[in-house]
């Protein structure tokens, strides 16, 4: 194998979401396994156009102009790198199935390099519902049909969407997410651990990610005030931003919960807040595989996500955590008390999740899932 190009629109230091930390983690595991590993992405503000970090390279592309004139400069100049380094690389592997997937897709096609697409989500939120909204989406969608050797989908749902969209289910596979187990470990002293933090010493339910409509925030601060009438210990931590603050802040105060609700801004390392809680929370009404849950699994916290996208299959449906459905106030609520209420339950719940991760998401192994998806592709060729 001569390489991997990763293509993605924002990559670490920026603000970045699920897909983007995916691909940082996978460019880190390649380039430990000696894989040559590039990333060409969006240069934002000041930071260097070319970048060598942890063993692989960063290239930072020019995006000009306004709305979709960037969106059209951005894709030309990942193909223009991409021809000019068409010999460091044999896969080209694109995060999410926008612009740099495109920019991959017809630079495959024109080198004969092999390409992935990696889809992010399923439902309203997804790749392909999204993609249908617009003629560029449905183009783009028509060109990744064509000339995509492989589109990653990440749960049952994302899977059936592409196939009913037109892909050939030979060339659909599902994969998983990963983490770094061995950098998300439980916490032995969570009171000191919250007191750091500056936080009470109640039972800590914590959400960290994009405060965001997709994420149905509003749906837990409601089971919160229900579940306080029996729990009144619970303190909720919300670790993120975006668009739903205002709103959320305003929703928090109208309820009485100023006092049970702490927001907080997005930090660099999230493993700290993981420490000082005892349950962490996912409301979602759509996901992949989330990023935040893995973490909060590897930490050893007893988890409650949403019957939607991959987390059922992560939490093993439901033997390593709890499930309630999408936009129900009263089983998120109930589940709420179910764990607060029980440490016992908690803490075995934990250890399930720890070793669900340790066995099935750690990077060990999804990083030579991929690998080895590579050299099976290289193969066919």
Known sequence: MKGVMMLVNYFPPLPTGGAERQAERLAVYLA?????????????????????????????LPQLGPGKMKTLTFTL????????????????????????????????????KRVIVKFGNSAAYGDVQRSRQSWRGRLRMAILRRWADIIVTLDPEMENEAITDGFSRERVLRMDNGIAAEEFVPCLDKPRARQALGLE?????????????????????????????????????LLGHGDEKPRLVNQTQALGLGSQVVFRDPVGDVRPYLDAADIFVLPSLAEGISNSLLEA??????????????????L?????????????????????????????ERARLGRRARQRIQSRYDFKVVGRQYHALYEQLLEKA
């Open 77 to 112: 100049s990942a193909m223009r790198t991409l021809l000019s380094r068409q010999h460091t690389y044999d896969i080209l592997h694109a995060h999410l199935s926008f612009s740099p997937a495109i920019a991959a897709a017809l630079t495959g096609k024109l080198l004969g």
């Open 32 to 60: 430990a396994q000696n894989v040559p590993t590039g990333v060409l992405t969006r240069r934002v503000g000041d930071l260097p156009k070319r970048e060598q970090r942890d063993g692989f390279e960063i290239y930072r």
């Open 201 to 237: 010493n109640r039972t800590t339910v914590l959400y960290t990610g994009r405060l965001a409509e997709q994420k149905a925030l509003p749906v837990l601060l409601l089971a919160l005030q229900q579940a306080l009438d029996a729990c009144p210990d619970l303190q909720l931590v």
């Open 297 to 314: 699994m590897s930490a050893g916290l007893a988890c409650i996500a949403t019957q939607v996208g991959g987390s059922p299959t992560v």
């Open 316 to 344: 093993e449906d439901g033997e390593c955590g709890l499930l309630v459905t999408p936009g129900s106030v009263d089983e998120l609520a109930e589940a709420l008390v179910r764990l607060a209420a029980n440490p016992i």
